[in-house]
């Protein structure tokens, strides 16, 4: 089994930061693609940030430049982290990841629970 954990959100002051970390562990041959979502209430979860393994980062544009998606391979982790924090708002960070069971085979899509995280106004 496979499992990822989230850990880090909260409350926030408006402009503050915030680091999130993501853990997986169980039957872990190779972790492909890394990544963040979030889901604001009444909305659709919606990337983040993405690493892939060995690939070049990609941000949505609106938090490029305040946000940063960083990896540990040896650890099999992935955090963002956030700057500057906009206020007024509350969303879910979910962490993804794409786990190799094989060397042959293709990778499976594993999920967080999720971390709310809340700034407010």
């Known amino acids: 089994q496979v499992q990822l954990v989230e850990s880090g959100g909260g409350l926030v002051q408006p402009g503050g930061s915030l680091r999130l970390s993501c853990a997986a562990s169980?039957?872990?041959?190779?972790?492909?693609?890394m990544a963040w979502y979030r889901q604001a209430p009444g909305k659709q979860r919606e990337l983040v940030a993405n690493i892939p393994d060995g690939g070049t980062t990609a941000y949505a544009d609106s938090v490029k430049g305040r946000f940063t998606i960083s990896r540990d391979n040896a650890k099999n982790t992935v955090c963002l982290q956030m700057n500057s924090l906009k206020p007024g708002h509350t969303d879910v960070y979910y962490c993804y990841a794409v786990v190799g069971p094989g060397r042959e085979q293709s990778g499976a899509v594993y999920w967080g629970q999720g971390t709310q995280h809340t700034v407010p106004t």
């Open positions: 169980g039957s872990i041959f190779r972790i492909g693609t």
